[in-house]
């Protein structure tokens, strides 16, 4: 089969994590690079050998044997990208969240509307095994109707830093697990109260967040986001989920505690699931969130794990979580 030739957009931490990851996939070619900068960029073309190289990702659109754009830019940028990369004629993935606003995600769903090409935001707890497995497991009816879902996803302050003049906790993060919810229920969001701080006045965006949403269906939705622990917290992420229903339950611990190593520095739990290199290849989540997707295209068939519009409403959710903190009041959808 013909390998289908991308073209990665961005090339900050996660952007490079992109390249490593499609080099690994026998239906990937990553056929060229863009980034603002011209020496990171003239980096990354000497690390992966790619040859085609961008500082303009408009320049890079127009080349017709580019078949799929992976675009990692800052949220901010997402929206106008992905409408120029859609109108190209190209597939696109596009990381998460969506856009900045739901405005832009509607703009960027209407620019579907006139192509035949495949579109994915890149939520990638979707493709995590424990969370997919308790997809199935709700979907099976084995813990009857959710009452109740509380998720954590907190961050040591250190890992923060570079994000938070960026993004908020609550729009970085909360995201993640609020995306799943509404995945597990089917439900819609009717109101949310949520409380933010900032515990570093530095930093444009709030690092600490707490958010109650009622669903439709009258289920409890209640989402934690810090991302001010303290630096010495041996795991990258604190993710865990608590799913009650009427009649089971379900427990994800995604800390990563499975994988404990103790050396003279301390113990830590080191991240092992989502991107890990081992052997010298890149393996874990992000890896067969590309494969699925990269096998959409070959097959001629829409993603069907996440579509276009559960992107849209959980980018709608955070940003009428963030309204509720910002106004100190419940607000109702």
Request: proline content about 3%; aromatic content about 10%; overall charge neutral.
């Amino acid at each position: 089969m013909e390998r289908i030739k991308i073209g990665v957009i961005g090339l900050g931490w996660f952007g490079e994590h992109h390249v490593d990851t499609l080099l690994q996939l026998p239906l990937a070619e990553v056929a060229a690079i863009c980034t603002r900068r011209p020496d990171h960029l003239k980096k990354m073309s000497d690390k992966y050998n790619i040859k085609k190289t961008y500082t303009n990702y408009r320049d890079m659109l127009d080349d017709k044997n580019i078949d799929m754009v992976s675009i990692v830019t800052h949220v901010s940028d997402h929206s106008q990208i992905a409408i120029d990369s859609i109108n190209a004629g190209k597939h696109v993935f596009l990381e998460k969240p969506m856009a900045s606003t739901v405005e832009e995600c509607d703009k960027i769903i209407e620019a579907l509307g006139g192509t035949d090409k495949c579109f994915m935001v890149g939520h990638i707890c979707r493709f995590d095994t424990a969370y997919a497995l308790a997809k199935e497991e709700i979907d099976s009816g084995s813990i009857g109707k959710i009452v109740s879902i509380y998720a954590k996803r907190n961050l040591a302050k250190w890992i923060t830093e570079s994000s938070l003049n960026k993004i908020s906790a609550l729009f970085g993060d909360g995201i993640h697990d609020f995306d799943l919810m509404l995945w597990y229920t089917k439900a819609k969001p009717k109101t949310v109260y949520a409380k933010t701080t900032n515990t570093r006045p530095e930093f444009k965006y709030d690092d600490i967040a707490w958010a109650l949403f009622t669903l439709d269906n009258g289920t409890f939705a209640v989402i934690e986001n810090i991302w001010s622990l303290p630096d010495n917290v041996p795991y990258a992420i604190d993710a865990k989920m608590e799913i009650i229903g009427t009649e089971g339950a379900i427990c994800i611990d995604n800390s990563g505690s499975h994988y404990a190593v103790l050396t003279k520095k301390g113990l830590s739990y080191p991240q092992s699931t989502y991107w890990p290199t081992v052997h010298g290849i890149r393996r874990g989540y992000l890896k067969e969130e590309f494969d699925y997707f990269l096998k959409c295209i070959a097959n001629n068939e829409k993603p069907k794990v996440i579509t276009p519009k559960e992107s849209r409403d959980v980018v709608f959710a955070m940003r009428m979580a963030e309204k509720s903190s910002a106004e100190n009041k419940i607000i109702e959808f």
